[in-house]
């Protein structure tokens, strides 16, 4: 089943359902600005799940779209988006549910769990990102030292060699600009660039649309340059509201995206979560590896652990 929520801010919101299954979940994408993705339906058995999937605020199918309209980035904030996850709870009539999320969509799990929950059964992340400062500094600044020649192009985009913040702040002035569609290029090519790759090599990537990389890149820039809207401490000074719900952390030991620490500090804050390491440097929830170990992970979820719960 498939449809449309209007929000506040007058953008409305593009979701589906997938499975048959009497357990409620929600599955948050990452970006921000990734969208839905078919693949996304395999993270849960069918049979057991009815997982809610959707286009967060100005990406996918959700309008207005970020590629096409600047205005996609008003009324668009971390505050925005978990609003939404609760509008869209209340919408379909789930008293509570799995949630689950990758990259920035485990950020926005937790800030959701942390809002609201008591309306929560269960956490699965994968890839897991805090965006903290520490987070941000890492993946627009200090991994550069390891894609040296990848980062020096990304920087000399918009001149920006110095701060990270200064960097990014450049770049989201760059993308609200007449040469936009070059910033984004500049962009979603470091995106790809460490992890050892480049749209042209990859024709079935979302990355070869140059209308994804615009949108993408234009929330990217609005979301990070003002560190996601939170506190930079949020998550860890938090993990008490969440500290009694059960949860997995899959999470690659050389990521370059995000560094294992974080969710190894997570874990020592998080009594009813284990983390999972894996070998390599996987990030995407749809990678092979991580969407086997996330199906293992909601598998072993207690599907109706509080469903009817108030």
Excluded: K
């Amino acid at each position: 089943m498939t449809g449309w929520l209007d929000v506040t801010g007058g953008h409305r919101l593009r979701y589906t359902q997938v499975g048959t299954g009497a357990a409620p979940a929600i599955w948050l994408h990452g970006g921000p600005g990734g969208g839905m993705h078919p693949g996304q339906a395999a993270l849960f058995d069918p049979d057991r799940y009815t997982a809610v999937l959707f286009d967060q605020r100005g990406c996918g199918q959700s309008q207005p779209h970020a590629a096409e309209n600047l205005a996609a980035l008003e009324a668009n904030t971390t505050a925005d988006l978990i609003a939404d996850i609760e509008a869209l709870r209340a919408h379909l009539g789930i008293a509570r549910w799995l949630v689950g999320g990758g990259s920035f969509g485990s950020f926005l799990a937790m800030t959701y769990a942390q809002a609201y929950p008591e309306r929560v059964t269960g956490l699965v992340l994968a890839g897991v990102a805090s965006s903290a400062p520490r987070d941000l500094h890492w993946l627009y600044g200090e991994v550069g030292a390891f894609f040296p020649e990848a980062f020096h192009a990304f920087c000399a985009h918009v001149d920006a060699h110095g701060s990270t913040q200064a960097r990014l702040e450049a770049y989201r002035t760059a993308l609200a600009g007449p040469d936009a569609q070059a910033a984004a290029d500049a962009w979603c090519t470091w995106e790809m660039a460490i992890f050892g790759g480049h749209w042209d090599d990859q024709p079935g990537s979302r990355y070869a649309d140059p209308a994804f990389r615009l949108g993408f890149a234009r929330l990217c820039a609005h979301y990070f340059a003002a560190g996601c809207f939170v506190a930079p401490d949020l998550i860890e000074a938090n993990m008490d509201r969440i500290a009694h719900i059960p949860g997995v952390m899959i999470h690659a030991r050389f990521d370059p995206s995000a560094p294992l620490r974080t969710p190894w500090l997570l874990d020592r804050m998080w009594p009813a979560a284990t983390l999972e390491i894996l070998p390599g440097n996987a990030h995407s929830a749809l990678s092979a590896q991580m969407q086997t170990r996330i199906r293992a992970a909601t598998d072993r979820m207690d599907p109706f652990a509080g469903q009817n719960a108030e």
